[in-house]
């Protein structure tokens, strides 16, 4: 089984940063895509980043040149640095990764559990 552990959330003032860990850890043959997705109560989730296995990058307008993706494939880790936050980028933030659990390498979604972030004026 494929578990996804965030780690890096917490309260900021507005203008402030923070930096998102994900750790893909269980039964991985091999990781795709990754990303990083927000859902505030009661509305859809969005992409916020994504990024490819060759390191191709995609950010939702919103945060373009504030925040940036990276990953290192070696430890199975995608991050998010969050810089120039603002209030409403308060919400959830989940880490997503396509990931193959056997040696099929048949590629499945995974998410990890959300963590929150909270931005204050």
């Known amino acids: 089984q494929v578990q996804l552990v965030e780690s890096g959330g917490g309260l900021v003032q507005a203008g402030g940063s923070l930096r998102l860990s994900c750790v893909a850890s269980g039964s991985i043959f091999g990781i795709n895509a990754m990303g990083w997705y927000r859902q505030a109560p009661g509305k859809q989730r969005e992409l916020v980043a994504g990024?490819?296995?060759?390191?191709?990058?995609d950010y939702a307008d919103s945060v373009k040149g504030r925040f940036a993706i990276s990953r290192d494939n070696a430890k199975n880790t995608v991050y998010l640095q969050m810089n120039s936050l603002k209030p409403e980028d308060t919400t959830v933030y989940y880490c997503n990764a396509k990931v193959a659990p056997s040696a099929s390498l048949r590629f499945y979604d995974y998410w990890g559990q959300g963590t929150q972030v909270t931005v204050s004026s």
């Open positions: 990024i490819s296995r060759g390191g191709m990058t």
